[in-house]
């Protein structure tokens, strides 16, 4: 009797649809900015992360300069945990709850 020869597995990923960003939260701190070690059931929250996609609708408006990884600041009242990896870092939330975007600005630049 033979096997089945196992086919590639498929990547399964997500697409926000609408006005919509997908992000990677970044990790909560367990320092303070002045070093102090917070014990493990203290942590300071964070509300910035990392864009993983951006949706269609949000790609062509030009009111929305978001890229995908761009870092950002956001407001997390609105945001829907993507149950798709251990650490469940992975969050869709409405574009309009993106309130900054970080930029780097080149140093001879003169603004």
Same mark, same amino acid.
């Given at each position: 009797?033979?096997?089945? *020869?196992?086919?590639? /597995?498929?990547? =399964?990923?997500?697409?926000?649809?609408?006005? /919509?960003?997908?992000?990677?939260?970044?990790?909560?701190?367990? *320092? &303070?900015?002045?070093?102090?070690?917070?014990?493990?059931?203290? @942590?300071?929250? &964070?509300? &910035? %992360? /990392?864009?993983?996609?951006?949706?269609? *609708?949000? +790609? /062509?408006?030009?009111?929305?300069?978001?890229?995908?990884?761009?870092?950002?600041?956001?407001?997390?009242?609105?945001?829907?945990?993507?149950?798709? @990896? %251990?650490?469940?870092?992975?969050?869709?939330?409405?574009? =309009? +709850?993106?309130?900054?975007?970080?930029?780097? *600005?080149? =140093? %001879?630049?003169?603004?």
């Amino acid at each position: 009797m033979t096997r089945p *020869q196992p086919t590639a /597995r498929s990547l =399964e990923t997500v697409e926000p649809i609408g006005k /919509r960003v997908l992000l990677r939260k970044d990790d909560d701190k367990k *320092q &303070t900015k002045s070093g102090i070690h917070l014990p493990d059931k203290i @942590e300071i929250p &964070t509300i &910035t %992360g /990392r864009i993983v996609a951006v949706s269609a *609708q949000v +790609d /062509r408006d030009a009111d929305y300069p978001i890229k995908k990884y761009d870092r950002v600041l956001f407001n997390p009242k609105n945001a829907i945990p993507v149950d798709l @990896e %251990g650490d469940n870092r992975l969050y869709v939330i409405p574009v =309009e +709850d993106v309130v900054a975007v970080f930029r780097r *600005q080149s =140093e %001879g630049a003169n603004g």
